[in-house]
């Protein structure tokens, strides 16, 4: 059986039992305080293991400048966001096609220079990319790491954040930070807010439980944001091996313990579906509240 028919299998096999929320794609916001936690890994991972469980899934990268998930995916995109509204460009254009089917759109590096942009194509933006709650079930969106203006104004926009941080203390000190920079944001909606902790490349489960719990007291007491622990990747020789291959490790090794945690998260998320969100769903709303100065 190849890869192909067996994606479609487990697609069947889930639809049956699958009930997606219709209010829109889910659409969850992968961020670190720094850069090279794992965050780009982990967004096309969990885009793997979602289509694995027969959802379709699209990564938007937002990582300006760099092109970690293009690598990854050994696919580069000719056209980005900004295409869309400055060179009339359609969603087809920008939108390419990675492993398993997983989608993927670049934002491109003058996503931001939007912000300047008339209240009719604001309008047209968010026309265009509703016409993506159709396209996918689920949007994982890659930001940049550290403090930027730029990120902090995805990671406010969406009501599912996802962070990754390490054993590493520069790692614990920036996610620390990050959260800091978030807490005094101004768009801040703490209440409407999730924000789910991955503890990437430990050594057992034992050590990534401990490195949220410290990280989750001192963000408790002093920021008096709550944190949830969605589960650890644990090191990984096969994902070094994977990256060199171009390929995710979910795909590469799918018995390797990284690909093995990676799913059990991905059916946490999943799990989690049902639970009670704000109306802060899909893409286009998102967009639409980053830029709501000119709306």
């Not at 759109?105 to 026309?127: C, H, K, P, Q, W």
């Not at 993506?132 to 949007?139: C, N, Q, R, S, V």
């Amino acid at each position: 059986m190849d890869q192909a028919e067996k994606l479609r299998n487990m697609i069947k096999e889930h639809k049956a039992s699958k009930e997606l929320v219709s209010n829109g794609a889910r659409v969850i916001t992968i961020t670190s305080g720094k850069g090279g936690v794992g965050k780009s890994s982990t967004a096309v991972n969990l885009a793997i293991q979602f289509r694995k469980l027969g959802y379709r899934v699209m990564i938007f990268d937002a990582d300006f400048g760099l092109a970690n998930i293009e690598v990854m995916f050994g696919a580069i995109p000719k056209f980005n966001l900004s295409d869309v509204i400055y060179r009339g460009k359609n969603l087809e254009d920008i939108i390419v096609e990675g492993p398993m089917g997983v989608k993927f759109i670049s934002g491109g590096s003058g996503v931001f220079e939007m912000t300047n942009m008339s209240s009719d194509n604001l309008r047209y933006l968010t026309a265009k990319l509703s016409q993506l709650e159709a396209m996918t079930d689920i949007i994982i969106v890659d930001t940049g790491a550290g403090i930027s203006e730029s990120v902090l104004q995805f990671i406010t926009s969406c009501n599912e954040v996802v962070l990754i941080t390490t054993p590493e203390p520069t790692s614990i000190t920036d996610s620390y930070a990050l959260l800091k920079a978030l807490k005094r944001h101004p768009d801040y909606d703490k209440e409407n807010t999730a924000i789910k902790v991955i503890t990437n490349r430990v050594s057992n489960e034992d050590e990534g439980k401990s490195l949220f719990s410290k990280l989750s007291i001192v963000v408790n007491k002093f920021l008096q944001i709550e944190l949830a622990h969605l589960g650890m990747i644990p090191q990984d020789t096969h994902i070094l091996k994977s990256v060199m291959q171009q390929q995710p490790v979910s795909i590469a090794y799918e018995n390797s313990g990284a690909s093995k945690a990676y799913e059990v998260i991905a059916k946490r998320l999943t799990q989690n579906e049902k639970e009670k969100v704000s109306e802060k769903r899909g893409i286009s709303f998102m967009f639409a509240k980053m830029f709501k100065s000119k709306t």
